[in-house]
């Protein structure tokens, strides 16, 4: 039976974050950043959800419909940034600074989410943390994201840990750019906050991936050099055809999100397995900032 048969046997949808393999993004129901993807899951009428992406954005699916069943193709898709973030190194912070609130990037797990006043996004990073009632704000796990919205706001950020990262931006480098922009001297640079402060000060536009695809449609220019997990040239090239784009670094692969294949995909629906679980606890907790952040970004 084929995927598509097994979607509509099972009433299933297929949600793939804009990194994933081209075969994935084709026959996915969806496909976006972050931000889009938990919007999707908290609306779909979908009984099974199969989520094409990392660990922490299946978990909150899952957080999001505690009554459906939320599959992900490849349990070995985990993301290294949620796994830097250590839950006693959260609450020491929190002790540490009483009166500040706690904004945790989605990109975190569930177990340290049910601790968070409210969850954001790259695409909405900025426009959460400033709404926080506190002067002081406790963000991590990514550091380069946290500068960023610091430098955008009023709030004074404590980065949670210290050096939190993405190892697939945080490689990119000055050379990367350089080099980039020797080749195509009249592109845009258009890269994700998690990318380091260097690469950020010397972009066009920092944007989410899916704010990338806007940006890139709505611009006058033809060509655009992209400093984000190589995946997204992708859909860029697919919705956008007549502009060129091009990595800022060929080696911007996040080996997680290309986990995922056609073959898997059919056997978690033929299966129903693997699940993805969250202890109900501690998704009743984390399901409050999460909803928060759905609340606030309309």
Known sequence: MTIEKLKSE?????????YQRPEIQDI????????????????????????CGVDFMAETACILNPDKKVLIPDMGAICPMAQMLDTGDLLAAMEQYPDADVVLYINSLAADKAYADCICTSANATSIVASMDADVVLFGPDHNLARYV??????????????????????????????????????????HPECVPEIQDRADEI??????????????????????????????????????????????????????????????????????LVQKDVADKARLAIERMLDLSG
């Open 10 to 18: 099972k009433n299933a949808v297929i949600l793939a974050h804009n």
């Open 28 to 51: 996915a129901d969806f496909v976006g950043d972050s931000l889009e993807l938990a919007q999707q899951a908290a609306s779909t009428n979908a009984e099974i959800i199969v989520f």
């Open 150 to 191: 610091e430098m955008r706001t009023e709030k004074r950020i404590i980065p949670v840990p210290e050096y939190g990262l993405c190892p697939t931006h945080h490689q990119i480098t000055i050379g990367d750019l350089l080099d980039a922009k020797s080749a195509h001297p009249m592109a845009k640079v258009v890269v």
């Open 207 to 276: 944007a989410s991936t899916s704010g990338m695809v806007r940006y890139c449609r709505k611009s006058d220019a033809g060509e655009f050099l992209i400093g984000t997990e190589v995946g997204l040239l992708y859909r860029l090239k697919k919705e956008i055809p007549g502009k060129e784009f091009y990595p800022l670094s060929k080696s911007a692969v996040c080996p997680q999100m290309k986990m995922h294949t056609l073959e898997k995909v059919k056997r978690a629906l033929e299966r129903e397995k693997p699940e993805v």
